[in-house]
């Protein structure tokens, strides 16, 4: 089993950036796919991001594109979020995610370990 802590959530102006980061322990983090997740009030958690455990695929939810990259450093065990040109509509409670694959799942069900959450809210 894979433990998974978010951190660098917080408060931003729209346009700003922020950078999330999700430090995963207990396993060869290797292994794992990598997901990011969001949820605002009132509405369903959505996938924004993914990235293979080689880091070689991505994905992005069309809302995000251009705006948000996903990384990931396995030496540190830890994949990133990088949100450049925020919106108010980016705020959300995001949350970090990983299954044990060498695919790309991106719908959240298919993610069995999951982080506690971090806030990101935009101010417009």
């Known amino acids: 089993q894979v433990q998974l802590v978010e951190s660098g959530g917080g408060l931003v102006q729209a346009g700003g950036s922020l950078r999330l980061s999700c430090a995963a322990s207990g396993r060869t983090f290797s292994n794992y796919a990598m997901g990011w997740f969001r949820q605002a009030p009132g509405k369903e958690r959505e996938s924004v991001a993914a990235?293979?455990?080689?880091?070689?695929?991505?994905f992005y939810a069309d809302s995000v594109k251009g705006r948000f990259t996903i990384s990931r450093d396995n030496a540190k065990n830890t994949v990133y979020l990088q949100m450049n040109s925020l919106k108010p509509e980016d705020t959300a409670v995001y949350y970090c995610a990983a299954d044990r694959v060498y695919s790309l799942p991106i719908s959240r069900d298919q993610y069995p370990y999951w982080g506690q959450g971090t806030q990101v809210t935009v101010s417009s």
């Open positions: 990235i293979s455990w080689s880091g070689s695929s991505t």
